[in-house]
T-cell receptor
Framework: QQQVKQSPQSLIVQKGGISIINCAYE??????FPWYQQFPGKGPALLIA?????SEKKEGRFTISFNKSAKQFSLHIMDSQPGDSATYFC???????????FGKGTRLHILP | DADVTQTPRNRITKTGKRIMLECSQT?????MYWYRQDPGLGLQLIYY???????NKGEISDGYSVSRQAQAKFSLSLESAIPNQTALYFC????????????????FGEGSRLTVL
């Protein structure tokens, strides 16, 4: 059973556009929702994370939107740049102090 | 030097061989993890350890074993490798979560690419 469902699997966006990646979860015990970014040949690295008691968190061009009642959260990349081309993983952790479970990832390509 | 070091970075082996992937870290973190990455399947947790005496199975532990030799070292073994274990393997570390000033961030190594023929 996949605990964190991520879509789309791949995404192509024009430079300057908005990239949107969505995730859904079932386990109501999840209380920590990070996003990781992975460039080719590298390990994933934390991009941004959100707590369940807020509906939005913004860091620069990256925003997480969180809908607790729908059990969904999404990553928005504003003014997308070619350097944002990477694989993005949403994730969730049950009880905040437990292991992190990842979605299947989204390969994002920003056209120059 | 990298904070999380994996060896070997690349390995080609044959079916039935025993393989060990090693991970060492200089971050001083208690928690260490092994993940497997396959195209389209994301990152799947194999095993994790919250301290030296703690070992836990993850989502896909069958066919794998681990050893936590010290706080800084966590190795993954494939006792008898099979072709469907061909994948990219990542070691990661994290600090113990306390209050919300700690992000619970995972720090990944560069990965070990394993090919089983």
């Amino acid at each position: 059973q996949q605990q964190v469902k991520q879509s789309p699997q791949s995404l192509i966006v024009q430079k300057g556009g908005i990239s949107i990646i969505n995730c859904a979860y079932e386990n109501t015990a999840f209380d920590y929702f990070p996003w990781y970014q992975q460039f080719p040949g590298k390990g994933p690295a934390l991009l941004i994370a959100i707590r369940p008691d807020v509906s939005e968190k913004k860091e620069g061009r990256f925003t997480i939107s969180f809908n607790k009642s729908a059990k969904q959260f999404s990553l928005h990349i504003m003014d997308s740049q070619p350097g944002d081309s990477a694989t993005y993983f949403c994730a969730a952790s049950p009880n905040r102090d437990d292991k992190i479970i990842f979605g299947k990832g989204t390969r994002l390509h920003i056209l120059p | 030097d990298a904070d999380v070091t994996q060896t070997p970075r690349n390995r080609i082996t044959k079916t039935g061989k025993r393989i060990m992937l090693e991970c060492s870290q200089t971050k001083g973190h208690d928690r260490m993890y092994w993940y497997r990455q396959d195209p389209g399947l994301g990152l799947q947790l194999i095993y994790y350890s919250f301290d030296v005496k703690d070992i836990n199975k993850g989502e896909i532990s069958d066919g794998y074993s681990v050893s936590r030799q010290a706080q800084a070292k966590f190795s993954l073994s494939l006792e008898s490798a099979i072709p469907n274990q061909t994948a990219l393997y990542f070691c990661a570390t994290s600090d113990r979560l306390g209050d919300w000033t700690n992000t619970g961030e995972l720090f990944f190594g560069e990965g070990s690419r394993l090919t089983v023929l």
